[in-house]
């Protein structure tokens, strides 16, 4: 079956730039992950979708930095202004159960983002 | 929230058994411990999770002593395909904060030679 899909999968934006990064989950999972991921390091939380709820947003790094899930299926993350520490990959995933880390997460690919 | 402490980087030649040590103090009563594996350009997959005692799939055998302080993920018979790096994550259920999401640190680097 069908994994995680994200597009683009590279994106070069200049600085001062909006970006939109999409993600796909797996059909019918309830909850969705969005993680930053910088070069060398592992991935660190940004935000979490139970449906079309966003219920955790504690890990955005600051205001330009925007999620959505307006139908409880694809996810677009959006980054106001970008900065060039915003340059990461941009991981997404999905859980058929909830914000518990006792349940596996299905990962998609990442978007990566350059920002000049 | 539960920290983890794992070698930077290892290194094997195929065939070889390679056991990764992870240190995790603060362990709490709920929390679980969970190994992704991430190779280039990949997201993170889910290789093996326990909670305490021994548990073995078909990838991966997963060592938790009595404490839960630590656990050893044990790779049998490596091969150049599983070169890679392996996170260790302790967590459990959300009760009102964000202890139900995944903590990566900085994982293994995983080399495996010919």
């Known amino acids: 079956g069908a994994g995680v899909s994200q597009s683009p999968r590279y994106k070069v934006a200049k600085r001062g730039q909006d970006v939109a990064l999409r993600c796909d989950p797996i059909?019918?999972?309830?909850?969705l992950f969005w993680y930053q991921q910088a070069l060398g390091q592992g991935p660190e939380f940004l935000t979490y979708?139970?449906?079309?709820?966003?219920?955790?947003k504690s890990g955005l790094p600051s205001d330009r930095f925007f999620a959505e899930r307006p139908e409880g299926s694809v996810s677009t993350l959006k980054i106001q202004r970008t900065q060039q520490e915003d340059s990461a990959v941009y991981l997404c995933?999905?859980?058929?159960?909830?914000?518990?880390?006792?349940?596996?997460?299905?990962f998609g690919p990442g978007t990566r983002l350059t920002v000049t | 929230l539960a920290k983890t402490t794992q070698p930077i980087s290892m290194d094997s030649y195929e065939g070889q058994e390679v056991n990764i040590t992870c240190s995790h103090n603060?362990?709490?009563?709920?929390?679980?411990i969970t190994w992704y594996q991430q190779f280039p350009s990949q997201g993170p997959r889910f290789i093996i999770q326990g909670y305490k005692t021994k548990v073995t799939n078909e990838v991966a055998s997963l060592f938790i002593p009595a404490d839960r302080k630590s656990s050893t993920l044990s790779l049998p018979r490596v091969s150049l395909s599983d070169t890679a790096v392996y996170y260790c994550?302790?967590?459990?259920?959300?009760?009102?904060?964000?202890?139900?999401?995944?903590?990566f640190g900085k994982g293994t680097k995983l080399s495996v030679k010919p």
């Open positions: 059909s019918g999972h309830v909850s």
């Open positions: 995933a999905s859980s058929p159960a909830g914000q518990d880390a006792r349940y596996e997460q299905y």
């Open positions: 603060n362990i709490a009563t709920n929390d679980y």
């Open positions: 994550l302790v967590g459990g259920m959300n009760y009102g904060g964000s202890q139900g999401n995944l903590i």
């Open positions: 979708f139970q449906n079309e709820a966003q219920l955790d």
